[in-house]
């Protein structure tokens, strides 16, 4: 580790580089880091990276999942569950059955378990990667909450797959019944054990004297404590860290202050950023390790049925997307859905093309055990390691190179649809000031009076709506100052739960507003 210390520093640097060209070029840095990773692989100095499956679950997976669930719209979660629902779930089992047929038809060696096996892992789509490309994309956020909520959960059911297909390929048996039981525990029992451990954290933010610090090493050691604990009792550390991370998002106004949120924030950022950039990197550096042991396969048989396997799953995907669609339709005839409107052919073709594959399914494979429990040699590892490769290489690259372009080509919005921009920013900004206004007027109209200071800023609110930035207030004015501040946040969490209001330009006007109360300890 030592001797290597000096190369994995020059990897930091070079991920710093990657990125910053992937910004200017305008494409999604996850491209260009497997792109670098594997450039880097043929060089001959460089050492091979010996990858520990477990490793990358647990230093890798727990964060990075918690920081999708902190950004992710609870609200639009709940509002698009059964989509969001059946493609996390239904479709990766839908997927992963596809693929087995495919497999074990067309790859010589392939039983029925195998091709499970290699379904569950490639099934799932990342979301790290579907993130970084609609940065550079404006969808509707509805498409974008859809995406970005499938992308959450399917972890948790393609690694369902995995887990049974490795016993029924040890064992050479399935039991339904005790299938069905595992998965019942695997999801429920995830979910409970994430809630009872984020409620535990809770707890100990409110009632223990814990500083800034402190309460952000918390939400650190967190996500780690709620996989460790699923784990442990063999469910989903994925469901329960998804589950435990919306909890806390949802209640952090009630356990951290406004430093603590503004500086968990930039300290969230920088280690996903880090994370993010390594898991990419070490899927390119990866190459020479899954190549080794391809046997009597060659690398362009190899490299044919990866390319199989990943256009199966892109045209599954499309077609479950458009299944879907048919599905809604039918049933808004029997039941309230979130979608009235008839999506047609666009929405279920964006959201069917966003499927590229990433860490998780490489992290999966790599998982596959070098021998079964009597000592033979596992079938077919080092294929299923290099098929996994190329299809994360493949959807990275086909899907994740024109994704932006079909989206702007096709255009998403509805007619007379806009999406949220600075004019419904300023909107909301309006709204809040007439209401603090009044709240002011209503409960501190003697202060007003007396302090000329406060009589000042509420003035200048009045004619031009904005604050005051550079003036002095004394601490009489201070706590009015919060207390007004606190007031804004309330109305702003009401006024969220209309599921028409935009939550991306409420979570901009909180954090405004924290930032407006740490500008207070300077005045």
């Known amino acids: 580790m030592l001797h290597h210390f000096p190369f994995y520093l020059s990897l930091i640097l070079l991920i710093i580089i990657l990125i910053i060209v992937a910004d200017r070029i305008s494409v999604a840095y996850p491209i260009l880091l497997v792109l670098g990773g594997l450039g880097l692989s043929f060089i001959p100095s460089v050492p091979d990276i010996e990858i520990d499956p477990e490793l990358i679950f647990i230093i890798f ?7 999708a669930a902190w950004s992710i719209s609870w609200k639009e979660l709940w509002k698009w569950r059964r989509i969001i629902t059946s493609f996390a779930f239904l479709i990766v089992f839908l997927t992963a059955f596809v693929v087995a047929l495919v497999a074990n038809s067309y790859i010589p060696g392939f039983s029925l378990a195998l091709g499970f ?38 972890d948790a059911s393609s690694l369902i797959v995995f887990r049974f297909a490795l016993i029924a390929v ?29 409620y535990g954290f809770f707890k100990a933010h409110r009632l223990l004297p814990t500083d800034v610090n402190m309460d952000i090493v918390l939400t650190l050691v967190a996500p780690y404590m709620m996989y460790i604990a699923a784990e442990t009792v063999h469910s989903s550390g994925v469901m329960a860290v998804v589950s435990g991370g919306l909890f806390l998002a949802q209640r952090k106004h009630l356990f951290l202050n406004s430093s603590g949120r503004i500086k968990g924030f930039s300290v969230w950022e920088s280690l ?19 190549t080794k ?4 396969v060659s690398i362009s048989e190899a490299i044919g049925y990866g390319v199989m396997i990943t256009v199966v799953l892109m045209i599954s995907r499309i077609l479950s997307a458009y299944g879907a669609v048919v599905t809604t339709l039918i049933a808004r005839n029997f039941i ?68 932006p372009i079909l989206i702007k080509k096709i ?26 206004l009044d709240y002011l007027h209503a409960n501190y109209e003697e202060q007003i009076t007396r302090q000329p200071i406060l009589k000042k800023i509420v003035e200048k609110w009045e004619e031009e709506g904005k604050e005051f930035d550079n003036i002095r207030l004394d601490q009489e004015c201070k706590l009015v100052y919060v207390d ?28 405004r507003l924290d930032l407006e109360e740490e500008k207070l300890k300077y005045r």
């Open 117 to 154: 096996l290699l379904g569950g892992i490639v099934s799932p789509p990342d979301a790290v990667s579907a993130g970084a490309i609609m940065k550079f994309v404006h969808v509707p956020s509805r498409y974008q909450s859809i995406i970005e909520g499938e992308s959450l959960l399917n």
């Open 336 to 403: 309230t859905v979130a979608e009235k409107r008839n999506p047609g052919y666009k929405a279920p073709l964006v959201i069917g093309w966003a499927g590229m594959r990433g860490v998780v399914s490489l992290a999966a494979a790599l998982s596959i055990p070098e021998t079964l429990e009597n000592g033979a040699p596992f079938p077919q590892r080092n294929l299923i390691l290099f098929i996994t490769f190329i299809v994360i290489l493949l959807t990275l690259l086909l899907q994740g190179l024109t994704l």
């Open 272 to 290: 996903c950023f880090v994370l993010n950039g390594l898991v990419f990197m070490i899927i390119g550096l990866a190459l020479p390790t899954i």
């Open 293 to 296: 042991g391809l046997g009597n």
């Open 170 to 198: 040890g064992t050479g048996q399935f039991i339904w019944h005790d299938a069905i039981l595992s998965f019942g525990w695997m999801v429920f029992g995830g979910v409970g054990i994430g809630l009872a451990v984020a």
């Open 484 to 511: 007004m501040i606190n007031h804004q946040r309330e109305w702003l969490r009401e006024w969220n739960k209309d599921h028409e209001v935009d939550e991306g330009i409420v979570r901009r006007h909180l954090y």
């Open 411 to 436: 255009n998403l919005l509805r007619d007379n649809e806009v999406l949220p921009g600075e004019s419904h920013y300023q909107d909301m900004y309006r709204r809040l000031t007439n209401q603090s």
């Open 61 to 67: 997976l727990p964060p990075l999942l918690s920081e």
